[in-house]
């Protein structure tokens, strides 16, 4: 018996280990650095982006839908580094997670494990930007938890909570929401 035979569910994020959210982002932040002539290279991007991303999230309670993250976080750029950024501009990043390339081997590695494991993703992202990842990369997952329907981002404590409580594993006092099916 090997040490995976003891599993048999696998939870996982999305963005990172099968879409890579470093090329999309840094794609939409370059084509918006370009049009505003910002020089900045696209690891300073990289780099400004992370920053504001992570006080936006923090900043308000509940969590805000992950597009709208996405367009402060731009605003916020745009200010600090005196680049110009209208409604069409943040608009544009905010919903700009469904063209995120997937990995090349995310699809196929998905599929084989989905034969042998229930699959759920635990996501900062929102249902409707992560229904468009799911539909690039090809698999059904068992359950899919977001910062919406938990009211928080990772890596705070209800995404765990949700996940333990929806593969019937017992938690703490406070119980999650249930999921919506995805649009």
Partial sequence: MSEFDR?????????????????????ALRGWADRRQVAATDHELLELFARFETRVERERDPAPP?????????????AAVEGQVDQADAEAFGSSVGDWPAFSDSSAALLRLQRRYRLIIVSNVDRLSIAQSIRRLGVTFDRVITAGEVGAYKPQAPHFEALLSQVGCEQGPASPRRPEPLP
């Fill in 66 to 78: 992950y597009p709208d993250v996405l367009k402060e976080s731009l605003r916020r750029m745009g």
């Fill in 7 to 27: 599993f048999q569910i696998l939870s996982l994020d999305c963005y990172g280990p099968l879409i890579d959210w470093e090329a999309g982002i840094r794609t």
